[in-house]
């Protein structure tokens, strides 16, 4: 079974549009991290969010974090085609070890 | 200062080989943990070592071990190797134990098995 569950699974947008990536645990959140890949390569730190309803923001990135809905979400405004790749949420419910969402496949066409 | 550093970077090996992978961690960083990722069971923790300890281990049979050295640099073994285990295997490593808020990842290691 899957401790995080990633929403959708791929998503192709338009460059220029909006996008949101969904991130649900079964198990209650104490801290949730996010992370992009490119295909086939290490992952790179996004941010990370430990109280519920923090927000945080990184250029065109925004990440929320609803503890109640044990939910987190990922907004690109404006997306570009450098934002496509694999976005990762991670985060360890059980304190025991890091479990890593299903991940969401990105693709902005110009 | 270097990140991490993983080699080889791409490895082809036939089913019932083993195989070792290695992972050097960012200078000063004490914790290395080892991921496994296929496009079927996504990204999972398989262990992480600590001061030359394995603090955490993932649910993977006993063919896939580690160790950590002296200087934190980490090897993981895969014994009897599977068609299964094809995969891309990151290391990542972080100042202390557990420390998920600076865990930085290394390139990977594509292995094939035929």
């Known amino acids: 079974s899957q401790e995080l569950e990633q929403s959708p699974q791929s998503l192709i947008v338009q460059e220029g549009k909006n996008l949101t990536i969904n991130c649900t645990s079964s198990?209650?959140?104490?801290?949730l991290y996010w992370y992009k890949q490119k295909y086939g390569e290490g992952l790179i730190f996004l941010m990370m969010?430990?109280?519920?309803?923090e927000e945080k923001s990184h250029e065109k990135i925004t990440a929320k974090l609803d503890e109640k809905k044990q939910q987190s979400s990922l907004h690109i405004t404006a997306s570009q085609p450098s934002h496509a790749g694999i976005y990762l949420c991670?985060?360890?419910?059980?304190?025991?070890?890091?479990?890593f969402g299903t991940g969401t496949s990105l693709t902005v066409i110009p | 200062k270097a990140g991490v550093t993983q080699t080889p970077r791409y490895l082809i090996k036939t089913r019932g080989q083993q195989v070792t992978l290695s992972c050097s961690p960012i200078?000063?960083?004490?914790?290395v943990s080892w991921y496994q990722q296929t496009p079927g069971q996504g990204l999972q923790f398989l262990f992480e070592?600590?001061?030359?300890?394995?603090?955490n281990k993932g649910n993977f049979p006993g063919r896939f071990s580690g160790r950590q050295f002296s200087n934190s640099r980490s090897e993981m073994n895969v014994s009897t190797l599977e068609l299964g285990d094809s995969a891309l295997y990151l290391c990542?490593?972080?100042?202390?134990?557990?420390?998920?808020?600076?865990?930085?990842f290394g390139p990977g290691t594509r292995l094939t098995v035929l």
């Open positions: 990542a490593s972080s100042l202390e134990y557990r420390d998920a808020n600076e865990q930085f």
């Open positions: 991670g985060a360890d419910p059980t304190g025991n070890q890091f479990y």
């Open positions: 070592y600590f001061s030359e300890t394995q603090r």
């Open positions: 969010l430990q109280k519920g309803g």
């Open positions: 198990k209650t959140l104490y801290g």
């Open positions: 200078s000063g960083h004490r914790s």
